[in-house]
């Protein structure tokens, strides 16, 4: 995968809706037959993934998420309680 970013390939779309992905490129990017690839579409122009590259993103992205929620319910679980302990006071008082 000596200088893959700077490659440029061109395909043809056969009457079925068809390309074929150049060897090199399958090579460098280890696509086999049966390999499953995503088709994203986004902003004018096509990105085609290998889904376990897709599913490992989402599983990073995931990973964050739980993260930054367990904090934030944290924060809000906190200040829950003092509410409930500052309503539980006065109810005493």
């Known amino acids: 995968m000596n200088d893959m970013n700077k490659r440029?390939?061109?395909?043809?779309v056969n009457e079925r809706g068809q390309i074929v992905i150049p060897e090199e490129v399958?090579?460098?990017f280890e696509i086999s037959k049966g390999?499953?690839?995503?088709l994203i579409e986004r902003s004018k122009e096509?990105?085609?993934?290998k889904e376990s590259d897709?599913?490992?993103?989402?599983?990073e992205e995931d990973k964050f998420w739980r993260s930054l929620s367990r904090e934030s319910?944290?924060?809000?679980?906190s200040k829950e309680d003092d509410i409930w302990d500052k309503a539980?006071?006065?109810?005493?008082?």
Do not use: F, M, N
């Open 26 to 28: 399958r090579k460098d």
């Open 88 to 93: 539980y006071k006065e109810g005493k008082a």
């Open 35 to 38: 390999s499953t690839l995503v």
């Open 73 to 77: 319910l944290k924060r809000a679980w």
């Open 46 to 49: 096509l990105l085609l993934k």
């Open 54 to 59: 897709v599913l490992e993103s989402i599983q």
């Open 8 to 12: 440029i390939r061109t395909v043809i």
